[in-house]
């Protein structure tokens, strides 16, 4: 792993060949909750962007889910609030929104998942922040899109599992199951990222910025399209299988003597090793199995054979001889094992991150991109709550004792 990362420190991989940040110069203010948003603005910040979490005065919800502090700080916030400064501010008041006014003219992105409603009502719609800053970048992320009977709707990552058909076709007929990870939340902080690059791209090369639109529904129906595309194409009416996939064999989870494995082979000549490894060489050629559709349609004995010879060895054993095989398998590991495993570790995408009230550092993940000549990093651990509103509002011009005056007026 590498060197724990402290307030200020700074990270040589996020440089890049002129000894910058790639974003370096960039400002973000970040008015995002829990996933979508703030990992989008996380994202920015690895690469050297400016972030500046605007949150509620006691603290925004995100801020406190899976508590693992005595004060109840969140692992969620662990990783979202990483390489960002933390501004206390209640946008609803007259100074507030004035705070914002100062703050947006110093910016080149806004970004917020919060109702096109509640944007209006703390003057972060487009049209607003425009007045204020005519090349000002607005990242908005709603549940449902701008558009349609929901676009005002609020929602969080597994209606749009729910939404998208994803949550039909997971677990069984009788019972759906949702995706443990939020996986629709953390697409669309991605897509969200993506377009705020290319709009920062965009404003550098013309000087123009514009509003960038992601929604948890677009992410999950854009992810889940080859299910969508193939009904809509012949009509299929697929119901749930479980783990066992529905389009190549033998893919599904099997019990060994001491856990679980999960082995997925797609294309024929992986299909071939498998039989021969698993003595049914006569399954070559077979017309039940000579394509990946039919695998998938005969999978109940396809996993049924797969199934007897994992029951006979231990998970090691047969990770192994599948591995020899060339067979692509993993073993099924708990959130510990998965911290301890050797190749997690070599591959160095836990950084140790220090935080106030934790017994040891958190392993907090980086993202997990290469680039040969520009990297990111994490360089400072998620900030306290307000930790820097004094710093953020001198530099806005608001001395000591305007800044008192403020906090007793519950505005920061």
Excluded at 180 to 196: E, I, K, Q, R
Aim: with cysteine.
């Amino acid at each position: 792993m590498t060197q724990s990362a402290q307030p200020g420190t700074a990270n040589p991989a996020a440089t890049n060949a002129d000894g910058k940040p790639l974003l370096a110069g960039v400002r973000v203010l970040d008015f995002g909750r829990y996933i979508a948003g703030p990992y989008c603005a996380t994202i920015l910040g690895e690469y050297g962007a400016e972030v500046i979490r605007i949150e509620k005065l006691d603290g925004s919800e995100d801020r406190y889910t899976t508590p693992i502090t005595e004060d109840g700080q969140g692992a969620g916030f662990m990783q979202m609030g990483r390489n960002k400064l933390s501004v206390t501010l209640n946008p609803m008041t007259d100074e507030g929104r004035e705070i914002v006014r100062k703050l947006v003219k110093t910016a080149d992105v806004v970004l917020a998942n919060l109702p096109l409603q509640t944007l209006e009502a703390m003057g972060l719609d487009y049209e607003t922040l425009k007045s204020i800053k005519p090349d000002i970048i607005l990242t908005h992320v709603s549940a449902f899109g701008p558009i349609g009977p929901m676009a005002t709707g609020v929602g969080f990552d597994g209606i749009g599992q729910a939404m998208a058909g994803t949550l039909y076709m997971g677990g069984t007929p009788e019972h759906p199951y949702r995706a443990a990870v939020n996986w629709v939340d953390f697409g669309t902080a991605l897509h969200s990222a993506f377009g705020t690059l290319a709009a920062l791209y965009e404003k550098q090369r013309s000087g123009r910025g514009q509003m960038v639109t992601t929604s948890l529904l677009g992410t999950a129906i854009s992810l889940n399209n080859v299910p969508l595309i193939e009904q809509s194409a012949i009509n299929i009416n697929r119901v749930a299988s479980g783990n066992r996939a529905q389009g190549a064999g033998p893919s599904d989870v099997y019990r060994c003597k001491d856990g679980w494995l999960l082995v997925q082979v797609v294309g024929n000549p992986l299909f071939a090793r498998w039989c021969k490894l698993v003595g049914e060489p006569g399954w070559i050629g077979d017309p039940r199995f000579d394509t990946d559709q039919k695998r998938g349609d005969n999978g109940e004995i396809i996993s049924e054979r797969m199934s007897r010879w994992c029951a006979e060895r231990t998970l090691e054993e047969a990770r192994q001889a599948l591995a020899e095989a060339k067979v692509p398998c993993g073993k099924v590991l708990s959130p510990q094992q998965a911290l301890d495993h050797p190749q997690v570790q070599a591959m160095g995408i836990l950084q140790p991150v220090d935080y106030p009230g934790l017994p040891s550092p958190a392993p907090v993940a980086r993202v997990p991109i290469g680039l040969s000549v520009s990297g990111g990093g994490i360089q400072r651990r998620a900030p306290l709550l307000g930790e820097h509103t004094d710093e953020v509002l001198e530099s806005l011009g608001y001395d000591e004792a305007a800044r008192a005056g403020l906090r007793e007026r519950k505005v920061i």
